[in-house]
């Protein structure tokens, strides 16, 4: 096994010991790490993260793009997150690490590409996250307009400035365990999705309610379905969220594949059913005219008042879900450069009252608030997406450099299944999703890649990771 | 041999009285050191910045405790849910039963309850084991009307005087189990129980042992119903 080595201008240098993993807990050399999340708290992560976006969001932008075709930019979508899925699992069984794609690839490929890939993580988080709060204050003046008080759009902003402060404030003070919360969240949602999933199959495929007129299924050609699955990538950034927390699963040789790969069928299949069932209830032109909400009219227009509010209930939900589960995200990428020494150390210090890392969650919580403040949906998704895609094309890359010269150390529980056709697929496609974006998210994403090489190259230059466990 | 489980909130100054400490001097012990984190933290991040501070916290009291006389080895873990990580530890070292932390001074008198669905051997060997030839005195507490309780109190306490081990009887028929248990408690120095099966009472007022140790502020031994492998 090779050794970390170098230092930062700081002085500071990699973390480097040698740990054994075992299926309860990390023991290193005086203290043992205890895993504590099983395969409910990985799947309440994978899919709490995910559920937000491409249910309560996504649905009007993508038909407005795609069409009724918005289903297959869905699946395709679904299809990458799978063939990455496959390949970041038999990653976090090799290396049960916080940290995930960061960790895979600055040991695969090196510090460079890890620099890059873990703070753009950083990054992608933090546009995922300010996109989910703007999802959120969009339901949020839905909610205040149910109950009666008509609040314009001029507050979508506010209120998401707000929520994304709470939560950030409330991470850094609230001890409680928020973890079953956070599966109840995802339970219950999944109830709600179930009941409107089934209603409103059965008035699409004509059993109840009454007959909709059949629309062509992809008016604008096969393009837009590329480029609306480009957009609606973000929906899929959850599994990846799970390898962040690789180092704190229980028997993570079984759960951690379980979860990733489990995470994205069953949102995949939940992402392509709801688009169905929304164009086939209001149609895909009515869905594109109202934006971000749109989800709500589907509901009122299967379920009637009742469903609206469901909906909007589900949409509050999902979207504070995916937010918070995205800090919590973040404050760990953070955690895992700086213990690499490619940040400084003292970004992961530790708040002695609460116990809580609080300068990685501010760092994750004042650029989230700041990207909250531009309201740019569509862009913030892509910029997501984008940084999000560049790991995934990366970690199977990793896979395939690891595999075709396998060091000692190598010995993964999982391993992917049609190798090398699916990560050799999954990097090709990945990369290939990235050229169908927006111009500005494009530029935007290289241009936080190119910072995050110089920041590298000025902060750690000499600061070396690949082969090191 | 026998082996006990003593967790320790290391970082929180949590400290073993030193009559615990003299009881538990016949056997083995863990001294399981154990940080709880919130959810926001890996334990990983935790154990960078405290480390040092747990590590030697530990050292110091594994020292009181061979001091008493037992064997002791120290274990120190991160975690984000404490139950876990004593059953888990428990399981490694194959302890025989875990010590809720308490008050006391001297032990010179152990109240040893067998009201409800304990295995009664395994809490009567262990306190054989405990008290081994030292001059300690045992109560044996019943709360139960049932047919044949009179008759079980007293052949558990025959077998405890068989071993040479000063046993009174305490036989409670009416009232609730656990307020009676409460009342017994005075003029004891420490309660040795059996662990009891999950239960719905268990699950909506907490671990009959833990609200016992509540009740009563001094140390319980909870002797455990299955045991890990020796490792």
């Known amino acids: 096994m090779d050794e970390a080595s170098g230092q930062n201008i700081d002085g500071e240098a990699p973390v480097a010991e040698t ?55 869905f699946a395709i979508g679904a299809v990458i997150a799978l063939l990455v899925a496959l390949p970041a699992s038999e990653l976090a069984t090799a290396m049960p ?44 003046v839905d909610a205040l307009g149910l109950a009666g008080v008509a609040a314009g759009e001029g507050l979508v902003i506010p209120i998401a400035l ?53 629309e062509r299924f992809a008016p604008f050609g096969p393009f837009p379905v590329l480029s609306t699955a480009a ?84 949409g509050l939900l999902a979207t504070m879900s995916s937010a918070n589960a995205s800090v919590l995200s973040t404050s760990r990428a953070i955690y895992a450069v700086s213990k690499d020494a490619l940040l400084p150390r003292r970004a992961s210090r530790i708040n002695l009252r609460y116990g809580t890392p609080h300068v990685a969650l501010g760092l994750a919580g004042g650029p989230i608030l700041a990207l909250t403040a531009t309201g740019q949906v569509e862009i913030l998704a892509e910029v997501a997406s984008f940084l999000h895609l560049v790991m995934y094309g990366l970690m199977c890359v990793a896979l395939i450099a690891l595999r075709r010269d396998e060091p000692e150390w190598y010995d993964p529980d999982f391993r992917v299944p049609g190798y090398p056709a699916v990560p050799v697929v999954g990097a090709v496609a990945s990369f290939a999703l990235i050229g169908f ?4 998210s494009q530029v935007v994403g290289l241009a936080i890649m190119a910072a995050t090489a110089g920041w590298y190259f000025y902060y750690a230059g000499d600061v070396k990771l690949k082969g090191a466990l | 041999m026998t082996r006990v489980l003593v967790p320790v909130e290391i970082l929180e100054g949590e400290s073993v009285a030193a009559g615990l400490m003299d009881l538990l001097g016949t056997v083995d012990v863990t001294v399981l050191g154990y940080h709880v984190l919130p959810e926001q933290t890996p334990p990983d991040q935790a154990r960078e910045q405290y480390e040092e501070r747990a590590v ?44 809720i932390n308490g008050a006391t001074g001297e032990v ?104 016992l140790a509540a009740a009563s502020v001094g140390p319980v031994l909870v002797v455990r119903s299955v045991e890990g492998l020796d490792g």
């Open chain 1, 19 to 73: 740990v054994v993993e075992t299926e309860g807990a990390t023991v290193t050399e005086n203290a043992e790490l205890e895993r504590t999340l099983g395969l409910s708290g990985g799947l309440a992560i994978g899919i709490g993260t995910m559920i937000g976006a491409g249910i309560f969001v996504f649905p009007g932008l993508a038909a407005g793009r795609a069409g009724p075709a918005a289903a297959a930019s």
């Open chain 1, 97 to 140: 690490k916080s940290g995930g794609g960061y960790y895979f690839i600055s040991r695969g490929l090196g510090a460079l590409a890890g620099a890059v890939v873990g703070l753009s993580l950083w990054f992608g988080l933090v546009f995922a996250t300010a996109f989910y709060l703007v999802g959120f204050g969009f339901y949020a």
């Open chain 1, 162 to 214: 707000l929520v994304g402060a709470g939560f950030t404030v409330l991470n850094v003070t609230g001890t409680e365990n928020a973890a079953k919360l956070q599966n109840g969240v995802v339970a219950l949602l999944l109830a709600i999705l179930g009941v409107f999933l089934t209603f409103g199959v059965l008035d699409a495929v004509g059993v109840v309610g009454r007959p909709t007129a059949p």
């Open chain 1, 231 to 314: 957009l609606v990538f973000t929906s899929y950034l959850g599994f990846a969220q799970v390898a962040t927390v690789a180092g704190e699963m229980k028997a993570p040789g079984r759960n951690l594949p379980l979860a990733m790969v489990g995470s994205v069928l069953v949102v995949g299949v939940l992402y392509v059913a709801t688009i169905f069932v929304a164009t086939s209830a209001i149609g895909s032109e009515a869905l594109g005219r109202l934006g971000e909400t749109a989800m709500v009219e589907v509901g009122g227009e299967l379920l009637g008042p009742a469903g609206a509010l469901a909906i909007v209930f589900g």
């Open chain 1, 437 to 440: 974006m927006q111009r500005l």
């Open chain 2, 56 to 99: 030697s916290a530990l050292e110091d009291v594994a020292d009181e405790f061979r001091a008493a006389g037992g064997a002791t080895e120290p274990r120190l873990v991160f975690t984000h849910d404490r139950q876990q990580t004593v059953d888990r530890v428990a399981d490694e070292v194959g302890a025989r039963a875990y010590a």
């Open chain 2, 108 to 211: 010179e008198r152990l109240l040893v309850p067998l009201s409800g669905d304990v295995a009664v051997d395994r809490v009567l060997g262990f306190v054989a084991d405990l008290v081994g030839n030292r001059d300690i005195a045992v109560t044996l507490f019943l709360a139960s009307a049932s047919e044949g309780a009179g008759e079980r109190l007293e052949r558990a306490a025959s077998r405890l005087r068989e071993a040479g081990i000063e046993t009174t009887t305490e036989h409670v028929l009416a009232g609730d189990p656990f307020d009676a248990l409460v009342e017994a408690v005075p003029d004891h120095d420490a309660i040795v129980m059996g662990q009891a099966a999950p239960s719905l009472s268990a699950f909506l007022f907490g671990d009959e042992a833990e609200r």
